[in-house]
RNA sequence: GGCCAGGUAGCUCAGUGGUAGAGCAAUGGACUGAAAAUCCAUGUGUCGGCAGUUCAAUUCUGCCCCUGGCCA
């Protein structure tokens, strides 16, 4: 018997889900995009990124992001609009993905996520409450200047309950709580849910071969090598933007700019820029492992796996 | 060939007369306005080989092998 296809679940889907949007997930190389495309053809998708990377202007080789040769003519939204040096977060991007996909809808057609960050697909599929205090600059400032356990005897002052989910070593996750409390005068897992979700979605996992997707890995840094990336990251420099700039912490930037120093080798570049990449397709395995919503399926035949490793 | 410095975890190296550790890697995990970020957990390996000294050697001694440097 012939196994059951992704394709067949999500067109079961799609006939009766309200107002339906799918999702494909997976880890960096695994071969997301190209799926992706065969699947938003057949259902007469639009695709809208759900990549933190790809929404930067210019940052587009170490990114990965689509050709138009790659998209075949799939309208693909949420690519390059913000600039380099700006902060761009979660909650801009689910209000700007929901209406994309409101507008989809409307035009008849089927909204697919793709992309590789599982903050932000979650924080749509889940419909979360997040806590409404913007990121404040001053506030970061002033707590920068604590340390570790400063930080978190404070927090656990104020908002035990969080204070026991975050560990003392864990500054960025500390520093938010306690700005979320400093802000609001409220905990922050006081602030926290899921809401019931505006849309009905469907996730499909990219299933990968780990000893394979780190070959495409260290591959694919080569094929951007070869691709300009170096140029790429050159002319970002010429543009006037710094290392540290939240487009410039695309995997292989850093690295870069550490060669372009004389920091390090051209050989040690590679090999980090490579690490990096492989360290982050773990984090995102670790993530979509645990979520049984996923369907993974074989990116060549598209049957479904009921895996995330093959 | 001679002299010197080394050979300890996948890699780089620390260390001790009572059979060993750190960073990185690797693996697992967490994740609600920075998320390609941030953080947590997990370390048995003939301590190059053989022999000797010793109650006891990875640690001291001798020989051998290997690597690097200098001298011929």
Request: proline share 5%; with cysteine; hydrophobic share 40%.
């Amino acid at each position: 018997m012939k196994k059951e296809q992704i394709f067949d679940k999500a067109g079961e889907f799609l006939k009766t889900a309200k107002k339906p949007f799918l999702a494909v997930v997976g880890p960096t190389a695994s071969g997301k995009t190209s799926a992706s495309i065969k699947i938003a053809k057949k259902f007469n998708c639009e695709v809208i990124n759900s990549d933190s990377r790809q929404i930067f202007k210019h940052v587009d080789i170490v990114s990965a992001k689509i050709t138009p040769e790659e998209a075949e003519g799939v309208p693909h939204h949420l690519f390059s609009f913000v600039e380099p040096d700006q902060v761009f977060t979660v909650v801009e991007w689910r209000e700007m993905a929901e209406k994309m996909a409101e507008d989809i809808l409307d035009k008849g057609k089927i909204p697919m996520l793709c992309g590789g960050t599982g903050l932000y697909i979650n924080a749509i599929t889940k419909n979360f409450s997040i806590p409404a205090v913007a990121p404040q600059a001053e506030i970061r400032e002033e707590l920068e200047k604590m340390t570790n356990q400063e930080l978190w005897q404070e927090l656990n002052k104020k908002d035990p309950e969080s204070a026991k989910k975050i560990h003392e070593n864990n500054r960025r996750y500390l520093v938010r709580a306690l700005e979320i409390f400093e802000t609001s005068k409220e905990a922050k897992s006081a602030q926290e849910g899921i809401m019931s979700p505006k849309f009905e979605s469907l996730i499909l996992g990219v299933s990968v071969n780990r000893e394979e997707l780190y070959e495409r890995i260290n591959k694919r840094v080569y094929d951007m090598l070869e691709n300009g990336l170096m140029k790429e990251v050159k002319e970002l420099l010429k543009m006037g933007y710094k290392k540290g700039d939240p487009g410039m912490i695309s995997h292989g930037i850093p690295e870069a700019l550490d060669y372009l120093e004389g920091i390090i080798s051209k050989e040690d570049f590679i090999a980090k820029m490579q690490q990096v990449t492989r360290n982050f397709a773990k984090r995102q395995l670790t993530w979509w492992r645990r979520d049984e919503r996923v369907i993974w399926f074989n990116p060549a035949t598209f049957e479904i796996t009921n895996s995330p490793e093959i």
